[in-house]
């Protein structure tokens, strides 16, 4: 059974620094990502990272977020930098691409002052 758990969310304000993790079990060495989901907005793709380490980021969130993995903690973190406002949302894990019954209870991120 695969189970991903978020960990790591809280009340950060603007131009602060985060890093959320994703625990895997029942899963391993497969392409994994980041989507996040404000209220009222559709889920978004944040950032991927494949098996072998290499990663992607949204075009408009690159250069602030970076995705990491630990092989050995099958864990996957994203660092998100100089956060804004707009980056309030539940930040969830999932594979790329993303399977529907993978979904776990995310991890609340909330920038502001």
């Known amino acids: 059974q695969v189970q991903l758990v978020e960990s790591g969310g809280d009340l950060v304000q603007p131009g602060g620094s985060l890093r959320v993790s994703c625990a895997a079990s029942?899963?391993?060495?497969?392409?994994m990502a980041w989507y996040r989901q404000a209220p009222g907005k559709q889920r978004e793709f944040v950032a991927r990272?494949?098996?072998?380490?290499?990663?992607s980021v949204a075009n408009d969130l690159r250069g602030r977020f970076t995705i990491t993995r630990d092989y050995d903690k099958n864990t996957v973190y994203l660092q998100m930098n100089n956060l804004k406002p707009e980056d309030t949302a539940k930040y969830y894990c999932n594979t790329y691409p993303s399977n529907s019954d993978y979904w776990g209870q995310g991890t609340q991120v909330t920038v502001s002052s």
């Open positions: 990272i494949s098996i072998t380490g290499v990663t």
């Open positions: 029942g899963i391993r060495n497969r392409a």
